[in-house]
């Protein structure tokens, strides 16, 4: 195996002046067309290519594109169209095969490959909820197991007006969230300790049992992420707490 090393110009546009283009067109075959960009200029401004559009659509045979020195292929199936980015090394020449009637279009600026050409190893599933006419609804990518990184901006809790009041006492009451919203901000009026639990009946903890439930401290409050048309139950050690329910969105 062989491994070399040399210059190569791979600028994003052109130095100076416009952005060019050079267009091939013929039959082409077995037979190597050759061409060589080192002494090649368009309105005085060197022209050294590191893309290409080619039109295969009435060729029977792949086009292949040979850059040298770097001995780098590009291939084109029969039948179709496409574009592609290569490297532009110094002292570029080229050689096109096929077989029938192509357009091959080379340019000096970077080209986007055509859609299914890049694997970027993973997928993101995104889970859009039910939503209502007007309503703004964030949505939260879920990349698969080893998939893209990515990060969730938050925003501030916005309400949608629909709040409840869930009187708390020392058996489990129950409400469910505003099927529209995907956030509920909790708000614990009174002096107990009430404790809450999502899509469950909560339950007091005891010391060493795990238990659904979470405590709200006295006359504070919490927002959550929620998706809408959940349960939320709620349970204190005494009675005379009310728990506002808001659903929104955001936290």
């Known amino acids: 195996m062989n491994i070399t090393q040399g210059n190569a110009t ?15 067109e013929g039959s082409f075959s077995a037979t190597p067309f050759p061409l060589d960009w080192r002494n090649y200029t368009i309105n ?22 040979n850059i040298q020195p770097i001995n780098y292929n590009v291939v084109i199936p029969a039948g179709t169209n496409a574009q592609a980015q290569f490297p532009a090394p110094n002292g570029e020449t080229m050689s096109i095969t096929g077989n029938g009637q192509a357009t091959v279009v080379f340019v000096d600026f970077p080209v986007l490959p055509n859609a299914g050409e890049v694997n970027i190893g993973n997928t993101v599933d995104i889970n859009i909820k039910s939503i209502s006419a007007g309503v703004n609804v964030p949505v939260l990518p879920t990349p698969t197991s080893g998939g893209l990184p990515y990060q969730v901006q938050q925003q501030p809790f916005s309400p949608n007006l629909t709040t409840q009041a869930l009187a708390v006492g020392t058996a489990a009451t129950n409400i469910t969230s505003d099927a529209a919203s995907s956030s509920v901000r909790l ?65």
């Open 44 to 65: 005085n401004f060197p022209f050294q290519p590191q893309g290409v559009f080619v039109d295969n659509t009435a060729g029977t045979g792949p086009l292949t594109i």
């Open 187 to 251: 708000v614990n009026v009174g002096s107990n300790t009430v404790f809450v639990a999502f899509g469950a009946t909560a339950v007091i903890p005891v010391n060493g049992t795990p238990a659904s439930a979470f405590p709200l401290l006295p006359n504070t409050s919490e927002s959550f992420e929620l998706a809408g048309g959940t349960e939320i139950s709620a349970i204190s050690s005494a009675s005379g707490n009310t728990l506002y329910v808001t659903s929104g969105y955001g936290t």
């Open 10 to 24: 791979n600028y994003m546009i052109p130095a100076a002046g416009s952005t060019h283009h050079v267009t091939v």
